[in-house]
């Protein structure tokens, strides 16, 4: 068995009203074709690919899978077998950028300050709309220097910027626009986990924002490559484009430009026929420990800034942290239906995650791991790293 593509094959194949017989020829012919696929060398592959409009860059390893894929589902379009290798209608795919320093303690606060997002649609197999905003950062509103250096983002373009509040409102409403998660099924995107359990997490509680429903689980992309390549290594997005022959187009560390980068490695995984599911997810209730550090940071820094900030700003800031830390934010959600509130109370309407929980209830059905992922796929995972366990035990 080559992966989760090959069981759905075979399980297709198992499943269809083929006679034994003919089943067993299709095995055969197929073991005999993907044998012969392994013993070409790389030009042979190469020209095999192009005499079959098919991308010819990457590792002998893709390229190999890459063929006999195209074999695989050819073989089976013969006997009228369609692969059930599905994909969700759309992928929103997220690249923060955040406030940042040369070395970040455990219990940093980072701001985003960047916000892109990109719509993928996996029926059309293109990007069909994008979504950018600048954040102002209010914890810790200068930017260090190595923050202005990496991201390229500069002071004045934050400062002139929306807070967080705002922005994550905006592009609520820009899902809604595109009814993702109520008609239109969709799975967030990231590269890595860090995305979500790190710097999403850390701005809505340092914000007094209620953790939203719909980001709670998503694709780390970095993992089902790594899965379907059958690679050991962790591969980040520039080995994950160099795996596939391709080149990074734009700016490293510009939200948008990564975002779309992770965009065109989901493509290829789509085209492909990798199965894309949900395989990581965030529980709340895991997190308290980070929650009461993370308070605390932005507590302490928001005194020190006490001078420079005016008594009424100094005094609104604390009192947010002060609720967030009695659990009126990520750690107290109001219900609707039974259903968890999802986006700031105070915007004055139904969030459009709210109206699809209510529309669907449960029919957004909940993503199933690959056995590969199993064991990744827990209750936190950022703060169960080494990097935090000794400010875990301090807050434990």
Known sequence: ?????????????????????????????????????????????????????????????????????????????????????????????????????????????????????????????????????????????????????????????????????????EFERWMESHSLFSQNRCILVTDGPWDMAQFFHSQCKVAGVVYPTWAKKWLNIRKAFRSYYKLKMNCNLKAMLETLGMEFEGRPHCGLDDARNIARILLTLIEEHVPLHVNERLRLKDYRSREKALIASATAIVQKRKDGMGELLFRLQLERLQRASLGGSSLDTTSVDGLPQISNPSAGKESPVVKEEKAVKEADTVEVSSDSDHNEDEDSILWRNNKFSALRKQYL
């Open 1 to 169: 068995m080559e992966g989760g593509n090959t069981s759905s094959w075979y399980n297709d194949l198992a499943q269809s009203d083929l006679p034994d017989d003919e089943k067993r020829e299709v095995v055969k012919s197929l073991t005999l074709l993907f044998g012969y696929v392994h013993r070409m060398s790389r030009a042979e592959l190469v020209a095999n690919l192009r005499d079959n409009n098919l991308p010819s860059g990457g590792t002998r390893d893709v390229l190999v899978k890459r063929l006999k894929n195209h074999y695989r589902v050819k073989k089976l379009a013969d006997v009228n077998i369609v692969p059930t290798v599905k994909h969700a209608p759309y992928y929103v795919v997220l690249d923060f950028e955040a406030t940042c320093n040369t070395v970040n303690a455990p219990d940093y606060p980072h701001e985003i300050i960047e916000f892109p997002a990109i719509l993928v649609s996996s029926e059309e197999k293109r990007i069909v709309d994008t979504f950018q905003k600048y954040v102002r950062p209010e914890i810790n509103p200068k930017l260090s220097d190595f923050c202005v250096n990496l991201t390229g983002i500069q002071q004045e373009t934050v400062n002139a910027a929306n807070t967080f509040t705002t922005v994550l409102e």
